[in-house]
């Protein structure tokens, strides 16, 4: 019968299809070192991983197999190859005893072009393959997925824990520097002398000398928010000082500093002048009342006159205790025979809700004329016969001469659309461009990724742009964020004593 007749190509002829399968051989013998594995690669590639067993010699490898008519190529192609490596001996490994039959069957079904199948093993193998990728791209798809969800928990953890950590700096440090711009503030507003300003030519400030007779009592009232007094205690540093101001609410105590009980008396009267402070956060003023020592100074300075104060004793009560505050703290609803100071805050110090007070006692030791100088006790010689200097120059911190952190966030952002825009026409998005052209595998999913991928420039030049939009970021966290978490969150309300405060 002739070869092509009807179609029925390869019956009958024995002698022709041994010669051709002895040709095709020589063939493919010859077209080895053009086989290539690049476009199987690339099939994996949107996995992120190579193909199994790719750099190894496969067993019985046809390299010089070709698709079969009437059906897909690159499908075939592919499974194909993975029939040479994987499948076949996977299907040794299970049947040892079978590997020459179906190894030869294998083989020939090759041999005829991949025409038809000789046995069940071909076509069990081009199963197994098949079934084998759709496996492993599933499972690696899902894995891929699922670390990418991971990652992205990861950063909203992260992002979670900062900001409870700005919300600790907000409540420890920057309450405190809004409260002492609030104190400046209401220093340079009245019209009291400056201590420091009363010198005595070479020889420094003077020192005010005690007088004697009866105190004079100053202010005799005051209304809310008036400011009564300044207080000065050495132990806790030669720059520490406080304004005390009428009342006790909390709109007094965050913004103001120390408060004074209405109730009780005013500096130099008989009895108990009563104040009261936080121990943690808005500036904590009393928060250092532990390194109290019998003998230490409490000095007031009203208007005209200073108050000298000694330090005592200390208890602890609870905070129902309200005879702490009397006008004779050891004897509540006797006539008062001595000038007292009572200083109450929390206890313990860090404490939320408090469950105890500190309370610190002090008695008049003498006063003073402000117009005469400044107390002894607060001030100190330069060396043996230098001039004498008040302890404490008034120096303003430079964060408090901020109103608030507006200013900071508008900077920060002024600084960032300028870099942005320069960037943009320097260097445009030069990482968007390679991942679009394919130079650049793409990431994965990720939120502070995806913003530094948005930011034009280098690398250099996006990390500082993504560093510049988290720290405006983390000020307006600061500045809105953590008071109204602290006025509205039940919890963050009762640990923070906050509220907000109109000047």
Known sequence: MKRGMNGMEGIGDTNDLDDDRERRGGESAGHDDDIETTDLNDAFADFGETMPGQGQAPETANTNWQPAQGQDGDQDNFAGLIDDTTAQRAYREEDPSQHGGRAAGHAASHARGGRGTTGDGSRRSNSYS????????????????LWTVLGIVAELLFTMA?????????QMWWTGVQSEHTQVEQRQSVSWSDPSKSANSAKGVSIASPQ?????????????????????????????????????????????GIGHYTYTQMP????????AGHRAGYGQPLGDVDKLQVGDPIVLRTKDYWYVYTYTRYTIVSPDDVG????????????PTERLITLTTCEPKYSAPASHRWISYGKLKYWAKVSDGVPAELTKQQGPGGAVQFINNEKQSFASKLPSLVPVLVAALIVYLVLFVMAALLWRWPLRRAIRDGEVKRPTASIYGGLMRLQPGVKP??????????FAAAVAVVQWGCPWAAANIPLLRQMSNFVAVTK
């Open 324 to 335: 702490v505050v009397a006008p004779d703290p050891d004897s509540p609803g006797t006539k």
């Open 162 to 170: 900062g900001i409870c950590a700005l919300y600790i700096v907000w």
């Open 461 to 470: 030049v996006r990390i500082l742009l993504l560093l510049i939009l988290i």
């Open 212 to 256: 004697n007779g009866t105190p004079p009592v100053q202010p005799e009232k005051a209304n809310t928010g008036d400011l009564i007094a300044q207080i000065y205690i050495p132990r806790f540093g030669d720059q520490w000082q406080r304004n005390i101001v009428e009342g006790t609410d909390m709109p007094q105590l965050n913004a103001h």
């Open 130 to 145: 098949r079934s084998y990728s759709r496996s492993y791209s599933r499972s690696h798809s899902a894995s891929k997925r």
């Open 268 to 275: 130099g009267a008989l009895g108990n002048f009563a104040a």
